[in-house]
C-alpha cells in the first residue's frame, strides 16, 4: 500500500509540497476543463468513514489526489482499535482499505496530528478540500460522584487495551482483586467487553488480541459481569445478531456461561408493546431476552461464569472499596419509564429506591463523544460537527454559512452509532456533496466561495 511512514521534522514539509508534486501530472487526468485538476483532497482520519470517503472520491472523479492523514502510525482507525478480536470477519475490511491505499493516487501520512501538527487553517490552505473523519475519540460521561475512582474506566479505553491501541496498552486494568465486574451501558459495545472479559481464552488465543491483554485475562479472577441498563429489555440498545453470540448456542457463542435475567424486568406495558411493533429490532432483542431468561437458568454448572443483564437501574454513585484504594460497588437508583412527552420516547425516572451493586472493576459504555478542535465549529451537546450533507457549516445557528472546502464524515458527522457499513453511506452523501460543489466550479473559481467566503447554509439546501 501507499503507506509512508514520515520523521516528524520532515512529515510536516512533506505535507506542503505534495499538491504541487501532483501538479505535474495534472494534464493527464484532465476532465471537464472547468474543474480543477488536479483536485487535492486531504481526508483527515483513516478509521472506515475516512478510507470509504477516499474510494468514493477516486471512484466519482478522475484528477483527484486523496492523501489521507492520521495522528497514528498505523492506519483503519475504529477497524483496528475498536472491532472486537473475535470479530474477524468485520475486520476483513481491511483488505479493501488496503486496495484504496495502494491505488497510485492516494496516500497515507501517519504520525501527523490534526491541531498539533498543522492547524486545520494551514490544511484548508493546501488543500481544495479537506474531509474531516477523525472520530470519536473520547468518552461520555456520568457527572456522578466517584467517577475518578481507580479501577473506573470507559469501555473505549479498555477495548482500545485489548486491541493494542498506542495510547492506551498502559491501562493495566486490574482483572484479579475481584470476581465481579460491572458494565455500564447496553450497547453493543458493552456486549462485546462482557464478551471478553467471559469468553474462554483459549478461544481468544487464536484472535488478534493484544498478547499483554491475553496474558491479563487469562489471569482474570472475574466469574461474574452485570451488563447494567437504565431502561427495560425492550430498550436495549444491543442488536439481535451481537445477543446471540452471547445468548445463542452455536460454535462462536459463548461457552461455559450462565446467563441470568429476571423474569419481573420482561413484563412489557403498552408503550413497550407499541416499541417492538414499531421496530424489528427491539422485538428480536426482547425475545432472544426473553428466551434466555428461562433457558440459561437451567445449567447449574458451577464452574460456570455468569453474565447478569440488570435492568431499570440508573447508576447515581461509585462507591470506594473498603480500603478506599479502588472501586467496591456502584450505586443504583431502580427506575421506571416514562414517555418523555416531547420525543415519544420512553425514558428513564428514578424511583428513590436505591441498592448497591459489589464489584471491583466498572466500565462505562455508554458512547464515545468526538472532540473539538480549534477554528472548526462543534454541537457540545450533541458532539457534532453542525453540517448540511457533509458540507461544514459555520455554527449551529440558522444564519450558518457552508465553510468552503471544508466537509465532515462519520461519528465527527452524525453522532457515535452505527456500525462499519454505516460510513459507506455517510461517506457516499458527503462525497455527493463534494461532487456536486466541484461540478459548481466552487474549487476553481478564483473568486468563488472556497476563496472568498462562506456561502449561506440555506443557498446549499
Ligand atoms: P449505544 O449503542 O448508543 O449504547 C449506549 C448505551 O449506553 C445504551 O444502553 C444507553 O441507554 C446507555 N446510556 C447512555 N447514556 C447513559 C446514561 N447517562 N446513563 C445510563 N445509561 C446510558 O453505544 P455503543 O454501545 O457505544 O455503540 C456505538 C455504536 O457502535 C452503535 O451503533 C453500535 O451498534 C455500534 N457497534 C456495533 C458493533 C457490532 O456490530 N458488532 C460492535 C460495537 C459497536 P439508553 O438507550 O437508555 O440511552
Redesign the pocket.
Known sequence: MGRRLLLPHTRRLMLFLRPMRYSASATATATAGSLRDPLHVCVVGSGPAGFYTAEKMLKGREGVRVDIIDRLPTPFGLVRS???PD?PE?KIVVNQFSRVAANPRCSFFGNVTLGSDLSLSELRKTYDVVVLAYGAESD?S?GIPGEDLRGIHS??EFVWWYNGHPDMCNLAPDLTNTDSAVV?????????VARILLRCTTELASTDIADYALDALRSSTIRKVYL????GPV?????A??LREILGNYKMCLKNVNVYIKEADLATSPADKEEMRNSRIKRRVYELLSKAATVHQENNDNDRKELHFVFFR??TKFLPSEDGSTVGAMELEKTLLKDDGATGKQ??VGTGEFEELKCGIVLK????KSLPIEGLSFDKYRGVVPNLRGRVLSSESETATVEPGLYVVGWLKRG?????A?NLHCAEETVDSILEDDRKGLFTDPSGPKREGGRRAEEQA
Open positions: 475498536g472491532v472486537a470479530h468485520t461520555r456520568f469501555a473505549r455500564l451501558g447496553q450497547g453493543n459495545v458493552a456486549l462485546d447494567v441498563g437504565r431502561r430498550q436495549a440498545a444491543c442488536t445478531k451481537e440508573k447508576p425514558v428513564a459504555s455508554i458512547g464515545y457515535p452509532t452505527g456500525i462499519v454505516t
